[in-house]
């Protein structure tokens, strides 16, 4: 049986251990965390976005009769006058993002399955592109951020904390970048994470501005 003398030891270094890298441990979880979370959420927005449907939009004016909260926006209901034929439908539902005024029109693509979008469901655009693009990207950086943070238990702060810290987060960048520096499989993951992101939050806006 170890004298306990050594087993405080013991326990005393695993505990200096935590405490310099919690902090970094917590912050690169919460990113990774936000990131999946993010990434779900934006996930049936880009698949709409850059999925074409079968069959052509046809364009004409939705006029709002009714409106109530519906998750986070509005749900209204009304007519839908379409731009060339005139063929009316009373029966029109339309999900706003925020509460437009009852009896304005407001254009809008009817698909072949009765659907409702501000653009033509056959269509995919360019700034549809580009904001597909910003998502991946930003999920992409907040990943590769997130598994540096987790790897090493960095945890960036201002140089005048650093002698009021005494116990958390005395992880430095330059420590942190030697522990990923040596474990190569680590250090690629995160550099082509990282990369990919910045590549693609810069070209998104480019996409859907230089089209």
């Known amino acids: 049986m170890a004298p306990s003398s050594e087993a405080m ?3 005393r270094t ?3 251990f935590v405490y310099r890298r919690g902090v970094g441990w917590i912050f690169g979880a919460v990113l990774v965390v936000f990131a999946v ?39 209204c209901t ?6 060339e034929s005139h063929r009316t439908y009373d029966d029109a539902v339309f999900v706003f993002s925020s509460r437009p005024v009852e009896g304005g029109l407001t254009p809008l693509y009817r698909s072949p399955d009765g659907g409702y979008s501000y653009g033509d ?15 991946f990207g930003a999920a992409a950086l907040m990943v590769g951020s997130g598994i540096f943070f987790l790897a090493t238990g ?10 009021s810290w005494s116990r958390w987060g005395r992880v430095s960048f330059g420590e942190a970048w030697q522990i990923v520096r040596s474990r190569a ?8 994470l ?8 810069v070209v998104g806006p480019l996409v859907a501005l230089l089209a």
């Open 9 to 11: 030891q013991r326990h």
């Open 14 to 16: 695993r505990r200096a």
């Open 37 to 75: 979370k993010f990434l779900v959420s934006a996930g049936s927005w880009v698949g709409w976005q850059v999925t074409p449907q079968d069959g052509v939009g046809t364009p004409g004016l939705f006029k709002a009769t009714a409106c109530a909260p519906a998750g986070d926006g509005y749900r």
């Open 78 to 83: 009304g007519a839908f006058r379409e731009d």
């Open 121 to 135: 469901p056959d269509e995919v655009t360019t700034g549809m592109l580009g904001g597909a693009s910003m998502v």
């Open 154 to 163: 960095y945890t960036p702060r201002p140089p005048r904390m650093y002698g």
């Open 185 to 192: 499989p680590l250090l690629w993951s995160i550099v082509g």
């Open 194 to 201: 990282c990369a990919l992101g910045l590549v693609l939050l």
